[in-house]
Structures are given as C-alpha cells and as structure tokens.
C-alpha cells in the first residue's frame, strides 16, 4: 500500500440551495509528492482542498490525517494541525500590505515560536528569501513588486515554519505564462529537495507535468481520464 497522508472515505458537501459541491469522493493524497486537482470552474476543487486542509468539514463521509479520523479531533486540535502541519497559498496573495516582505513571512513564524527571538525569525527568512532570489526585496512591501515576486513571497510564507503539506489554491490564478512557470518549476524544486507534500487546486494544465498524482472532477465528482 502506497503512503498516503490524508485519504477520505465518500465526502460529500451540500451547500444551501441543495448544491451538491462534493459528490462522494474518496480519495488518497501520497506523502511527500504533489498532487494536482483540476477541472472546470464550479466543480469542486475549492471545495475540495478545503475538506482536505480541514477549512471545512465535509456533511457526510470522513476525512482522514495519517491514518486518523479528523472528526475525532477537537475544534483546538485542528487549528493546531493546521498551525504546524499545513501552509497555505492563495490566489489573491493575501498578504497585508501595511507588513513588508520579510514581516509578511515572520508573522506565521512568530505565531507557531513565539518564544523565540525576533533575530532567529529574522535569519530564518533571510535564508529562505536569499534561496528564492528575492534577498532584495525583504524591506518593500507587497504593494511595491510583482505578481510573480508576490507569489513567490507566499511561497516563501507557507513554507517557512517547515509544515508537512501546503494546499495551494489557483496560485497561478493571477500571473502572467512566464511567472506561471517560474512557480511551478519552484514547487517541483520544494518537492523534489525538501520532499514537501503539496496539493494543488488549479485550470492550469502546466501543473499536470509535475504531478504525481492527478484528480480530475467534474460536477462534484472524481472522473478517470487518460
Ligand atoms: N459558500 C458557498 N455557498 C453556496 N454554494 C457554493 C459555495 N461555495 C461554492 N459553491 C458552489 O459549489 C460548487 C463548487 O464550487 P467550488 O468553489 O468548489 O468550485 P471550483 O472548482 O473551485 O471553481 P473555480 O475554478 O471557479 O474556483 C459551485 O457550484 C459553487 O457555485
Ligand atoms: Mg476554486
């Protein structure tokens, strides 16, 4: 049996107005590779991710981390699963614009050590943003590089406290082709020389290259295709 870290047994989500978002999908996500999940728009992929990053909890079927069933855990044991575990990346960046590049990058750090000193953070983002080519920009703020840069620094941030998976939802969304690239041949690098479990939710059919493992949804539900 392969090394799967979340698998789910038939998750099912039902929004208001009887949508059926998720229709009983079971999945497995491998340990330490990426997985991809792509379809049209409006067929579950957010949905998805955040079942599996357990943002939301699915109506029926279960999901599970590492062999466990989440729905055992307390409200407390998932935020701190989701503190350590996992980092996240978003289409829209989300980084606060009033915090520069290396602050944006502190802030979750100073959140999972806070007894650690400020100088510590400090060189740890300063190793990360020196092996990502961005040692430049450590004192502008987001509103003043690019989008590429931008991604890069959520990049950056999603990796810093060293988690076990990071979910990434359309994080090409809003860069241009060769921006696109650069940041997929990023992953792949993370996952190759860090052995970072990512999964992925995304249109961009370049991500299928460097997957390893692929769900295709249509309507809500895990279709085979060659
Ligand atoms: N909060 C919500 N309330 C009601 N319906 C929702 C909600 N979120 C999503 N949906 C619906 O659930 C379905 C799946 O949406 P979801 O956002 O997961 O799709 P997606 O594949 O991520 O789409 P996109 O590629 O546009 O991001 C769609 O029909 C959507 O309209
Ligand atoms: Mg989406």
Not at 42 to 66: I, Q, R, Y
Request: glycine residues 6%.
């Amino acid at each position: 049996m392969s090394d799967s870290i979340i698998h789910t047994e038939n998750i099912t989500r039902i929004y208001e107005a009887d949508i059926k978002a998720l229709d009983s999908v079971s999945l497995s996500i491998p340990r330490g590779k990426i997985t991809v999940i792509i379809g049209p728009s409006g067929s579950g992929k957010t949905t998805l991710l955040n079942m599996l990053a357990l943002l939301d909890a699915p109506d029926s079927g279960k999901v599970f981390l590492n062999g466990r069933d989440v729905s055992s855990l307390s409200e407390t044991q998932v935020a701190q699963i989701r503190n350590r575990m996992f980092g996240f990346v978003f289409q829209f960046f989300h980084l606060i614009p009033e915090l520069t590049v290396e602050e944006n990058i502190m802030v979750p750090l100073m959140i999972r050590q806070p007894n650690l000193p400020l100088n510590a953070h400090r060189e740890r983002v300063s190793h990360l943003l020196a092996e990502f080519h961005l040692e430049e920009k450590v004192a502008r703020y987001p509103n003043y590089i690019s989008g590429g840069e931008k991604q890069k620094v959520c990049i950056c941030r999603s990796i810093a406290g060293d988690p076990d998976i990071i979910f990434a939802d359309e994080p090409t969304g809003n860069l241009d082709r060769d921006s696109s690239f650069e940041l997929i041949t990023l992953i792949q690098t993370l996952n190759k020389n860090k052995g970072k479990t990512f999964v992925i939710a995304t249109h961009n059919e370049n991500f299928l290259k460097i997957a390893a493992n692929i769900i295709y949804l249509i309507d809500g539900k895990i279709v085979h295709r060659e």
